[in-house]
């Protein structure tokens, strides 16, 4: 059955700014669901050691094409264009949308032209993110997008998401409808303004939202393989044929309780916009803590770790989406927390162990994740399974699963609690 006929039909979900607080969702409409997304941060110089993007810099007559992969099929798709950290309204003179090739290059065939209010521009006030026109572009779940973004005037420093483990490309001039890859000379391993893909299609069930730090956000996962486990958890759905999309809405860094300028909003603050407020959201699964527990510049206790848990299940049940725990994985032998060879410091330990006994017996999520089960090793509780800390041949970090760890999450998550 066809769900719009004409893309004038689309259009009546013309674009709009979306204020610090959406309109709740059930509002009359077409069914739009989030089949990417990512969690935005302030511009800062990175949060990995020897990092570097081009956040602070920004862009000025250049455009940006960015290389993202929709969880779910549709009939059309829009695009969510960030400005929440901005500091003065954001110009982007125009966009474009199609499937993608290999590396920067696109399918010639299917590059169409994103409008906002049917113009092909628009104006993003500080603090605010904006929603496109439909774009009559069809998809198939799993599809890999390339969405190209130019600013033909400067933009000042870019809203962005910081760790992407993807590549974005950037050409001097107006390359929205360059179908080539060869003027994006220059690259980058974070995502700038971008911050959502939604699709319409009425058969769509929903959206999953993956809510937490880097393991969720995908540091550690393969550059350009989408093997972060949400990417992972969402080709478990589309082979076991249910009709559910999955967004990351991970912030590698990210604290539970507290802000920081290169890691973001603390979890409490960012669960409304990063989770409450996407599209079709029906499910979260959160895996918080481990940060406010390791980073003992702002001490926390078991206590305080799960009342923010709690707070959270809260914020869930009151919109009426069902809620996941997921455990909080080992770290024994992490460089930055053992720089010396230092004993393992078992009072952490024993902050998350009381953490991860609270998330399995308390009853107080809807179900649990239980990702350190399947993460550590069988000859030491606090310690990352072997297997699953090396890339190239080479140890990693004991903190940050490989593919292999990150697909064992996913394969642990029950899709009858979605």
Known sequence: MRFAK?????????????????????????????????????????????????????????????????????????????NLYGTAPLTVSGATVAKAAAGAAVRPATLRPATFSLRPYTVIPAGQELVSDPIPLPVQALDRLAVTLYFQGATGPATFHDVSSATSYRASGDHRFDPHGTAFTDTSQSWYFLSGVDVLNPATRGAVVAFGDSVTDGTGSTQDTDNRYPDQLAERLVAAGRPLTVLNSGISGNRLLSDHPLFGERGLARFQGD????????????????????????????????????????????????????????????????????PEPFALERIRDQVNTWIRTSGEYDAVADFEHVLLSPTDPDRLRPEFNVRDGQAGDWLHPNDAGLNAMAETIDLTCL
Do not use: C
């Open 6 to 82: 004409t893309f004038a039909a689309l259009a009546t979900a013309a674009a709009i700014i979306v204020p610090a607080v959406p309109a709740q969702a059930g509002t009359a409409g077409p069914r739009w669901t989030g089949a990417w997304s990512a969690a935005v941060q302030q511009p800062s110089p990175g949060g990995l050691p020897g990092s570097s993007n081009w956040s602070q810099a920004g862009f000025e007559r250049q455009s940006v094409r960015q290389v993202v992969r929709a969880t779910g099929a549709g009939v059309a798709v829009r695009i969510k264009i960030s």
């Open 275 to 342: 989770v409450l407020d996407k599209p079709g959201v029906r499910t979260v699964i959160v895996m918080e803590g481990i940060n406010d527990i390791t980073f003992q510049d702002s001490p926390v206790t078991a206590e305080q770790v799960i009342a923010g848990h709690r707070e959270l299940i809260r914020l869930a049940h009151t919109r009426g989406i069902t809620i996941v725990g997921g455990t909080i994985m080992p770290f024994k032998g992490n460089p930055w927390l053992y720089p010396d060879g230092t």
